[in-house]
């Protein structure tokens, strides 16, 4: 089955900085990878999501990479703004349509100091 | 507000018990996930549900079951209770089979609370 590591668990940066956060799977034959991101005490909400046949996307602050190769993804916030302090999320979902199962990483507590 | 609602918000019992998360998806969805959110294991996927049928199954013990109604409605049921089983549940659904497909984005509900003693 599919394994998700996520590095940092935390990381804290200064207002205005960029922040950088990586995953790598194993599954070679996952196509989807979201991001969630977890505000205390709230639910995950998709922030950004990138399949296989694309190498990178953008939506204003926030990009994520992927690189099929070496597995692994990685999201992108630059500017940090206090309010991007929450836990992040990323997943990795295979192809195969009977077998839709997400596997999460374990997160990283991002804290963003004003 | 996603859309998604669950019930209850919070649910205390003790060990050995049976219980019944409740999720009503957004309007139109057709698939609720379920997924377990524990303080040291991050959120799991448990299982998936496609109008009414069992698409997928992630991580769910089989002290755990689920089911999706003819309303779309779908309901977790967690029996003979451990201490380990205390976590956030939470629900999402979306409008397709595959997540990642087209705009089938999943949205998730605001969970429940379970506290096994």
């Known amino acids: 089955g599919e394994n998700v590591e996520q590095h940092p668990s935390t990381l804290s940066v200064q207002e205005g900085d960029s922040a950088v956060i990586k995953c790598t799977y194993s599954?070679?034959?996952?196509?989807?990878f979201p991001w969630y991101k977890q505000e205390l005490g709230k639910r995950p909400q998709l922030i950004i999501d990138i399949r296989s046949n694309v190498g990178e996307k953008k939506d204003q602050r926030i990009a994520v990479t992927l690189n099929k190769t070496a597995k692994h993804f990685s999201l992108h916030i630059t500017e940090t703004q206090p309010e991007d302090s929450a836990v992040y999320f990323c997943?990795?979902?295979?192809?195969?349509?009977?077998?839709?199962?997400?596997?999460f990483g374990a997160g990283t507590r991002l804290t963003v100091k004003p | 507000d996603s859309g998604v609602t669950q019930t209850p918000k919070h649910l205390i019992t003790a060990t050995g018990q049976r219980v019944t998360l409740r999720c009503s998806p957004r309007s139109g969805d057709l698939s609720v996930y379920w997924y377990q959110q524990s303080l040291d294991q991050g959120l799991q996927f448990l299982i998936q549900?496609?109008?009414?049928?069992?698409?997928a199954k992630g991580n769910i013990l089989e002290r755990f079951s689920a089911q999706q109604f003819p309303d779309l409605h779908s309901e977790l049921n967690l029996s003979s209770l451990e201490l380990g089983d205390s976590a956030l549940y939470f629900c999402?659904?979306?409008?397709?089979?595959?997540?990642?497909?087209?705009?089938?984005?999943?949205?998730f509900g605001p969970g429940t609370r379970l506290t096994v003693l």
């Open positions: 549900y496609y109008n009414g049928e069992e698409r």
């Open positions: 999402a659904s979306s409008v397709g089979l595959m997540a990642g497909e087209g705009d089938n984005e999943q949205f």
């Open positions: 599954d070679s034959a996952s196509n989807y």
């Open positions: 997943a990795a979902i295979p192809r195969f349509i009977n077998n839709n199962d997400m596997r």
